[in-house]
């Protein structure tokens, strides 16, 4: 089955470094994702990670992947206000129609403080 | 480019009515979808289409049609609206289903 589970609220204070944490369930997952949504807008791509990778790091950002325990967190280093946002991980998985579907954990919102 | 657009941003229905949403993308992608988003449940997946002439059901299909008669088009059709419509909708598009773009969004209430 597809399950995936984020906590729903994240506080860190400026400067300090954020991790959001997801579990999914279906391990035949080919790219795990992690999308930013901010208020009113639509989900922007922030990065995302190959199946048989275990991390992947891009400027402030480090995913990474367990996929024995089907955990994938996402680290904000140096996290700023405009970091203010949800965060949504995401497993994309291979349709038997063809394709490929996005299964969305339910976001967590990442609140920073001054 | 202007990436994934969505029409209108925000409406307002009455129960029974019938409406459609649009979507267009100018990045030639093949890979089209709609989502609905809802408090505390994430984005579930209403259609999709792999291509022109080609749709299919996502998780919440109810309610909802959809057709794909040209690449860059992809609009959702709401029959007769009912309450449990009511959500934030996001039209996304993609080379094969993997990296998706989102549109903006349109904001649905149905009364």
């Known amino acids: 089955g597809e399950d995936v589970e984020q906590s729903l609220f994240l506080s860190v204070r400026e400067g300090d470094s954020s991790v959001i944490n997801c579990t999914y369930t279906?391990?035949?997952?080919?790219?795990l994702y992690w999308y930013k949504q901010e208020p009113g807008a639509g989900l922007q791509l922030l990065t995302y990670?190959?199946?048989?990778?275990d991390m992947k790091q891009d400027q402030r950002l480090t995913v990474l992947l367990n996929k024995k325990d089907k955990h994938l967190s996402l680290r904000i280093a140096d996290t700023q206000t405009g970091d203010s946002a949800i965060y949504f991980c995401?497993?994309?998985?291979?349709?038997?129609?063809?394709?490929?579907?996005?299964?969305f954990g339910t976001g967590t919102q990442l609140k920073v403080e001054l | 480019n202007a990436g994934v657009t969505q029409t209108p941003k925000f409406q307002v229905l009455k129960t029974g009515q019938s409406m459609t949403l649009q979507c267009a993308q100018d990045?030639?992608?093949?890979?089209m979808s709609w989502y609905r988003q809802d408090p505390g449940m994430g984005l579930r997946l209403i259609h999709y289409s792999v291509g022109a002439g080609i749709t299919d059901q996502g998780e919440v299909p109810n309610g909802y049609n959809v057709s794909r008669s040209t690449t860059e088009d992809f609009p959702l059709r709401l029959l007769s609206a009912a309450p449990s419509q009511t959500s934030v909708y996001f039209c996304a598009s993609s080379i094969t289903g993997d990296e998706q773009f989102f549109g903006p969004g349109t904001r649905l209430t149905v009364l």
């Open positions: 990670i190959f199946s048989n990778m």
């Open positions: 990045m030639n992608h093949e890979y």
């Open positions: 995401a497993e994309s998985m291979i349709l038997t129609g063809g394709g490929n579907k996005l299964t």
């Open positions: 279906d391990s035949s997952s080919t790219y």
